[in-house]
Nanobody, 126 residues
Framework: QVQLVESGGGSVQAGGSLRLSCTISPAINNNPCMGWFRQSPGGEREAVAIIPTLATFRYADSVKGRFTISSDKAGNALYLQLDSLKPEDTAMYFC????????????????????WGQGTQVTVFS
């Protein structure tokens, strides 16, 4: 059983930055599909940034050029750098890991992920 724990959320003024971290335990070493999702109150969970397979990245159009996803080589952490934050980025952010590599086309579907963290809140005020 893989456990994911997010941290790094908080309240920040528009234009500011945050860095989210996701600790993965035990470490994963088969380069499965992993990434970040977010969900606002009353909204659906949406993909923000995904690593479908090694050295491949996919971003939601709304965050391209502002957010950067990365992972460590040891397979025990996932990160999301959030820059130029906007009030519409306010949401609960979740990290997720699948049991396998996924295709780029399927990587944005929450249904393919097997493990989820409890979330970390990001609030952006104007």
């Amino acid at each position: 059983q893989v456990q994911l724990v997010e941290s790094g959320g908080g309240s920040v003024q528009a234009g500011g930055s945050l860095r989210l971290s996701c600790t993965i335990s035990p470490a994963i070493n088969n380069n499965p599909c992993m990434g970040w999702f977010r969900q606002s109150p009353g909204g659906e969970r949406e993909a923000v940034a995904i690593i479908p397979t090694l050295a491949t990245f996919r971003y939601a159009d709304s965050v391209k050029g502002r957010f950067t996803i990365s992972s460590d080589k040891a397979g025990n952490a996932l990160y999301l750098q959030l820059d130029s934050l906007k009030p519409e980025d306010t949401a609960m952010y979740f990290c997720a890991v699948a049991n396998r590599v996924c295709s780029i086309s399927s990587s944005f579907s929450p249904a393919i992920y097997d493990y989820w963290g409890q979330g970390t809140q990001v609030t952006v005020f104007s």
